[in-house]
DNA sequence: TTACGTGCAAAGGTTTTGCACTAGC
DNA sequence: GCTAGTGCAAAACCTTTGCACGTAA
């Protein structure tokens, strides 16, 4: 469970207000965990709470919340930003996307010190982040494909 | 240099026809090495040749081309794909996207191999391709940055 | 020759912006 | 009470699609 009261800190530390449209966001992305929701989704979320929050203060707040580290925008092959909570700091966890059916599993996992390092020294590049997806079948697809009788 | 031959074998595999258009697209890939072009971009460059080539014969080669393995579609933050030559054979590269000034570089080295056995064998999902993207300040902008005095 | 490819324009989908109104601090 | 934040609608982008025409194989 993420600390909500950080957030809110962070709100305050940028002088950002604390409105209720904001508040049921970051709950949102609090009660669903591993999940990566676009703003549309989030706009469905929220519109179960609140009927009349606008798609623009989504975006705005989405917006708003990434600047902050709050929130970490992804980008699948889909066409559209994905949000999640920035857990960098709890763990670091990459994510595993099936090309066959879409589905995004995340990995728990970090060999990547050595190679921020290497970086650094070989290129000068001072890394703060990374994003490291794999792309393959999952096993649920590879089983199916199995029983399908497919060569490859 | 990539080999053009190579691409237009995938193309006869594919029973794709080399028209002008897709020659001098593939061309154009193959005459900037390390930069990752977007449509519109690639779209300009087309037009210095050919002035009456549609935009949307961009988006259909560049759609064409990431199925035959040919270019490699990525994302950086800035809400539009980028296409680059799919290199996966000759050596794996990853990106430095510096947050400063927008600069993507490229940094060739692999320490994954490792890590994809770890993700099929704990969960069973076999990578077939891996995205890695680093993000963190260049080394020109570190240096901007020193100059002007800046802590952080 | 003929199915595939193209240019153009229109449509589709996502994200941003302008503006008048509202409400947190 | 100020100013930032909001809802709505329009606009701005990026990308896809329909269709008549052109052309590579």
Redesign the pocket.
């Known amino acids: 469970m993420t600390q909500l009261s950080s957030v809110y800190r962070k ?2 530390e ?9 508040e049921l966001i970051i709950k949102i992305f609090a009660s669903h965990p591993g999940e990566h929701l ?3 989704e989030v706009h469905r979320l929220v519109r179960e709470e ?1 009927n ?13 919340l990434t600047g902050l580290d709050v929130l970490q925008r992804i980008h699948f092959n ?5 949000y999640e909570f920035n857990q960098e700091e709890v763990h670091r966890h990459h994510h595993l996307v099936c090309t066959r059916c879409g589905k995004v599993e995340e990995f728990s996992e970090d060999l990547l010190d050595a190679l921020e390092d290497r970086v650094l020294k070989k290129r000068g590049f001072r890394v703060v982040d990374h994003e490291l997806k794999f792309f393959g079948i999952c096993q649920i697809c590879a089983r199916k494909r199995w029983q399908e009788g497919e060569i490859r």
Chains 1, 2 share one sequence.
């Not at 940028?14 to 904001?22: E, H, N």
């Not at 889909?78 to 994905?82: A, E, I, N, T």
């Open positions: 709100l305050e940028g002088a950002k207000r604390l409105t209720p449209q904001r676009s703003a549309e609140f009349d929050v606008g798609l623009a203060t989504v975006y705005r707040t989405l917006e708003l889909d066409g559209r930003s994905r």
